[in-house]
């Protein structure tokens, strides 16, 4: 079941279109990863979807109802990690949490409770008292992430909640993500980090210069730009024979010769692993054989033609 949805959303900025005929879906249950360089159009997505701001045109529903006039019960099923980190720093890290608590309608008792058991979820337990001024730049995105699901949103949203911070601190924030969706949250997480996707995300949306270029899960992504595949073997030994035989099969585009490793390219799922496998055994012996598959990067290289990591910032 699709828990949003937003078809055909365009969004300009004077002329510039900064979202352009965007359809996205997120399914219930699911960590959907919406990858894309900086300046994709990634915040204004996701302001658009939580209603932040206006779009020019286009269909956008929550919950199976349209985002218009959204009443107050489906903005509470929503939490929202925005970029830049919402936190008030003259506040207490328990102080924090009983605001936004707060705000999502959570008192008495169980605002109490509630805050206990996300200052413990987040690891700053032992900071309740502090206020988050002095806190590192890590210890600061998980406060501010504890204030985005005290009320145990239904569909958490987070917009590049790892960038610039400590190693520790983002695989805490990553285990996190993981044990909401275990525990049956559905999240939208943004990032420009491809390791990040490949690692958490079940499907993958990605956008480029306003547009989706690309939505599916990994898998399927690869599968489809996947046209050559490279296999690398190791013979134990290596004659021209061998070689030429490997060139003369149907599929194989070019065979590269690396010291006493071949590199073979080869059209994609063309069975040409196998046949390989067994003219090498047959000449002799095979110390290793190994096929690589895309990456993601691969996806985004073929897709645009420009690298991801080409503005990388940290
Ligand atoms: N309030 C705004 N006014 C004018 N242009 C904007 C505004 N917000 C974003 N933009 C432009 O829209 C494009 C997409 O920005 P943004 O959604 O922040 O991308 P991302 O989050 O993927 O880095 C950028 O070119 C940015 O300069
Ligand atoms: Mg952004």
Redesign the pocket.
Known sequence: MAIARMNNIIKR??K?R?LDHVDLEIREGEILGLL?P????????IHALSGLINIDSGHIELFGKPQEGTMLDTKRKIGLVT?DITIFEDLTARENLAFFGGIYGLKGTDLKLKIQETLEFVGLADQAHRRPGKFSGGMKRRLNIACSIIHRPKLLIMDEPTVGIDPQSRNHILESVRELQRQGTTILYTTHYMEEIQSLASRVVI?DQGHVIAQGTLDELVTNIQHEEKIKLEVVELTDVLVANIQALPGVKQVILKGSLLEIISQARSGNLDRILSLAKQAGGVISIQAEKPTLEDVFLTLTGKQLRDKEDS
């Open positions: 900025y004077e510039q900064v894309g900086n300046g994709a159009g990634k915040t204004t997505l970029q956008l």
